[in-house]
């Protein structure tokens, strides 16, 4: 299946992906009228390290997904090798959070719609309006691509 | 070929996902002695709390035993097992035979032998049933009284606070949740709880009781209307035992879940575990276990042998909006060594070292990312090949090398 790869040597830093996610997951249809006075939460995130190095991380959508054999309601399931997240079965245990290796599920918080879901992670787009990877689609310099390949083998 | 399940919760959905994984022709039988749809045990507190309902608790979607083809006996309970004839018996005295069984029976509430319990009304929280029937007897002035201030009590607390008067917690140690916090993290939960109203009573047994008043060990008298038992599950394993499966505190079986027994299976909390982080045997009683467990063993019933080897103890708790992430060993004496390496008062952050491994941690406040430090300790990483420093405060995969890295993101795949 088509998934997320990071190449960080190509990456700059530049914070767009996290921009273009937030974006893509807020419903709104305007840009700046989903950014405008928010701070962002976004499903991938850029590690900043030391010596200038950096690079995006979100949902691997392992093969062997911890996250959904460990959750404790059956909101997270596989669907097509997706990772999928049904917001209303989730009470936001966090159990995921504690056994995803990469730190790729996160706590959520209400957003601009007000909608309060517990927790949020990559659902490759899928989930919303623009049906392919926005991070990958907007990343200027090619450090992240949204290719077909095999799963990571984590850790 | 025929294979029974006994319990229909998570370790016999772990075991039914398992069997069809390897198998789609096998005939699968699941026996229960509840008469409901599988449904996440955990979420009981959160019903009680409004924040879920029936119908989300469902631990599979709706059409899972028919997508599954899973034969079921809802309302039976297992009453013996016949090994020489292989057959199970029901309480109706219907026999069912198997090639292969499994035992997924869980555990129940361990009620201690305290002195007029017996005979006095009081409430245990593991099942639906046991939910229904607590809400029952609460009233907006009830006067609670919880016994045991553990993982299942604390989420009763949690579920019925907004529906009763006050709630206070009666707990034979001397700290709350006492099997996976230290001192200095029970401490800051305690006074979380305080502060949303409850009373506890700590390093205290509860002596007897009467049906309106306990008395403590220390003397207390703690009057009450609704007394709630939870200290501690006990493993169900009579079944087997009786006709000769090993077991210490619940069965003994290999990684694929097989008992002494022949063509005997069993996963979940009711068999133990060997837990990674220190080569023990022990039960541990939490769901992604129970899960992992039971799939292992649906995959060996079926003929797939695909052992289970990675149990340790992960624990996520939530309480009044306070998260709680702790994982694997805590290797210290949690009374008298309460001083966290990294903590301030909304973030507590505790880890374990021994033979440069991270073997355990405990999280309190912001538990983001720290599935990170869970894979340290699972998979026993060399703390000097690591940056650990780095991410001590905040978890991050920056303290891997940059080749560790990209294996870990980006797997077989290549830079074009
Ligand atoms: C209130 C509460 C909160 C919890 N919170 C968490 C949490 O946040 N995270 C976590 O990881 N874990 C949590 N747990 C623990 C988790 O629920 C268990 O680890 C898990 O349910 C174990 O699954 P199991 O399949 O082994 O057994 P159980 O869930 O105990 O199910 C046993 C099944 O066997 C059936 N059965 C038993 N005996 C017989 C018989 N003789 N005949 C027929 N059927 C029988 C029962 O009806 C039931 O269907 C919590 C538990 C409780 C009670």
């Known amino acids: ?155 | 070929m025929r294979i029974v399940i006994i319990g229909n919760s998570t370790a016999a959905v772990g075991a039914i996902e398992g069997i069809r994984a390897a198998d789609s022709a096998a005939n699968i039988a699941v026996i229960s002695a509840e008469m409901v749809h599988t449904y996440s045990r955990p979420l009981i507190s959160y019903l009680l709390e409004g924040k879920t309902d029936i119908d989300r608790m469902k631990y599979r979607p709706a059409d899972f035993y028919e997508r599954n083809n899973v034969q079921t006996f809802f309302g039976c309970t297992v009453t013996a097992v016949d090994a020489v004839a292989r057959a199970v018996v029901l309480d109706n005295g219907e026999h069912i035979g198997y090639d292969k069984l499994l035992l997924a029976a869980g555990s129940r509430p361990f009620v201690p032998p305290i002195e007029g319990l017996c005979g006095t009304e009081h409430y245990t929280f593991q099942s639906l049933a046991d939910a229904k029937s607590l809400e029952a007897a609460l009233t907006p002035k009830s006067r609670v009284l919880i016994i045991g201030a553990g993982l299942i009590g604390l989420k009763c607390a949690e579920g019925i606070h907004s529906r009763v008067g006050n709630i206070a917690v009666a707990e034979f140690a001397p700290r709350i949740l006492p099997s996976i916090l230290d001192g200095g993290g029970a401490a800051l939960v305690q006074s979380h709880l305080v502060g949303k109203g409850l009373t506890f009573h700590l390093g205290n047994a509860v002596a007897s009781v009467d049906g309106h008043t306990a008395a403590l060990a220390d003397g207390a008298q703690v009057p009450y209307d609704v007394l709630v038992v939870a200290s501690g599950v006990k493993p169900n394993i009579e079944l087997l035992t009786a006709i000769g499966a090993k077991a210490g505190r619940a069965l003994i079986t290999d990684s694929c879940g097989r008992t002494s027994l022949p063509d005997i299976f069993a996963a979940g909390d009711c068999a133990e575990s060997i837990d990674l982080t220190d080569g023990r045997r022990r039960v541990l009683a939490i769901l992604p276990n129970a899960y992992l467990q039971g799939r292992a063993a649906g995959k060996a019933m079926a003929g797939l042998e695909e052992p289970f080897t990675e149990a340790m103890p992960v624990n996520s708790i939530g309480l009044f909006g306070l998260h709680i992430g702790t994982a694997g060993a805590m290797r210290c004496e949690p009374e008298t060594d309460n001083n966290p390496q990294y903590s301030d008062v909304n973030n507590y952050r505790r880890f374990f070292f021994s033979d440069n491994r991270l073997t355990g941690f405990i999280l309190i406040g912001d538990v983001n990312r720290a599935g990170i430090y869970t894979a340290l300790v699972r998979a026993k990483v060399p703390i000097d090949t690591i940056n650990f420093a780095a991410i001590a405060e905040k978890p991050q995969l920056m303290a891997f090398s940059p080749a560790a890295r990209k294996q870990m993101l980006n797997g077989e795949k290549n830079d074009s």
Request: hydrophobic share 30%; charged share 25%; glycine share 10%.
């Open chain 1, 1 to 155: 299946m088509k998934r997320i790869y990071v190449r960080e040597e190509w990456c700059i830093g530049c914070h767009l992906c996290e921009y273009y996610c937030a974006f893509a997951n807020s419903g709104e249809r305007d840009m700046s009228d989903a950014l405008r006075g928010v701070k962002i939460n976004p499903r991938i995130q850029v590690e900043d390290a030391d010596g200038g190095v950096t690079y995006a991380i979100s949902c691997r959508h392992c093969e062997r997904p911890r996250c959904v054999e460990g959750c404790i309601t059956g909101a997270l399931t596989v669907e097509d090798g997706v990772i999928r997240l049904d917001e209303e079965k989730c009470v936001g245990c966090y159990t995921c959070i504690m056994l995803c290796p990469y730190g790729a599920i996160n706590p959520s918080d209400a957003g601009k719609s007000g909608r309060s879901r517990p927790i949020q992670k990559c659902e490759l787009c899928l989930n919303n309006a623009n049906g392919e990877p926005a991070c990958a689609a907007h990343c200027p310099n090619r450090a992240i691509i949204f290719e077909e390949g095999g799963s990571p083998c984590g850790l």
